[in-house]
């Protein structure tokens, strides 16, 4: 019964939070324009979204088990290569022909396609905000949105080259800082 409560509760603070927005858009033109730009032309940060969900609202939506999907949670390995070298704003990992790439930390997938110079790629958001990139990947084994633990199946490698690529924002990062090899 209790939780019964806190969950009527917390959605109740949610559906006034969003009231009270909705009248201060429909009010002032200037809100409305910030948070239609904030919407519909930056990327939503998935990792402030989930520390704020985490914070005030943990517990009550199950959002890992609905989101994932049928991601195989069996495959838990590390990335394994037999060669690293820069390549871009990233680095190059040689593997063997169709590895299988587990995702090296938890996160969202924010993006699935072909990124320039990369192939098919996908992109997972951490907690931290640092975007992971894995380029050259066919046969996706995860869709956009999924929440992905450390190991997860990703997909496997077009051929012996896989490609990463850490990115904050719209900044590219270096590499050695997050990448051990």
Known sequence: MKKLYVFLMKSLICIILFLVMA???????????YIKSRLYEDRISFSSFKKFY?????GVFPIEEVSSGNINYVFHDTLMYDAVSSYEEGVALTVSSHYLIPSIE??????????EKYNQVIMIENKDGIDIWYGNVCNFAVKLYDTVSAGTY???SCDSTLYLVYTKGNQYLDYEDYFQS
């Open 23 to 33: 009248i201060i858009c429909k009010s002032n033109v200037q809100y409305k324009d």
């Open 54 to 58: 985490d914070q005030y609202l943990g």
């Open 106 to 115: 938890e996160g969202i997938v924010v993006y699935i396609g072909e990124k």
């Open 154 to 156: 990703l997909g496997e």
